[in-house]
């Protein structure tokens, strides 16, 4: 099962602003990945936990390219993959305090939703700090 968060949003607002670019994703490249960091952290958190395997394959990657960066967090991998998605997406199992059903996404609780304003708020206010330099 994996999530992608991506910027791609931001490319339109990027092409407007010839030669600017560079500095943008430079100045939010970093705030991008640890707000990415605190979801993982957060979700991992919310896993249903038994064994443990699935909490413990969560993995994130951060790509990045001219005017786009992508975060993908990932539970599973291999044969924990399909447990993964059936843990994620199905309410009617109970889950000891704490842990719950789409704990990455897709519930008002979820470590997602619950950190978008935040992800966005924290991007856009790097890039308008590059802004009001010009």
Same mark, same amino acid.
């Given at each position: 099962?994996? &999530? =992608?968060?991506?910027? $791609? ?5 990027? @092409?407007? &602003? ?14 991008? =990945? ?5 979801? $993982?952290?957060?979700? =991992?958190?919310?896993?249903? &936990? ?16 001219? $005017?786009?960066? !992508? ?8 044969? &924990? !993959?399909?447990?993964? @998605?059936?843990? %994620? ?5 109970? %889950? $000891? ?12 609780? @979820? ?10 708020? =924290? ?12």
């Amino acid at each position: 099962m994996k &999530v =992608r968060f991506d910027t $791609a949003e931001l490319d339109t607002l990027l @092409s407007k &602003v010839d030669g600017i670019e560079e500095d943008i994703m430079n100045k939010i490249t970093p705030v991008f =990945r640890t707000e990415i960091n605190k979801i $993982a952290i957060e979700s =991992r958190g919310k896993v249903p &936990v038994k064994s443990g395997n699935l909490q413990n394959s969560m993995s994130t990657k951060i790509s990045s390219s001219a $005017a786009k960066l !992508s975060g993908i967090i990932e539970f599973g991998g291999g044969v &924990v !993959s399909d447990y993964a @998605s059936i843990q %994620h997406e199905n309410e009617i199992f109970s %889950h $000891a305090s704490g842990k719950q059903a789409h704990w990455l996404y897709g519930d008002d609780n @979820s470590a997602y939703e619950k950190n978008e304003d935040l992800l966005i708020g =924290r991007i856009e206010k790097e890039i308008y700090s590059v802004l009001e330099k010009l």
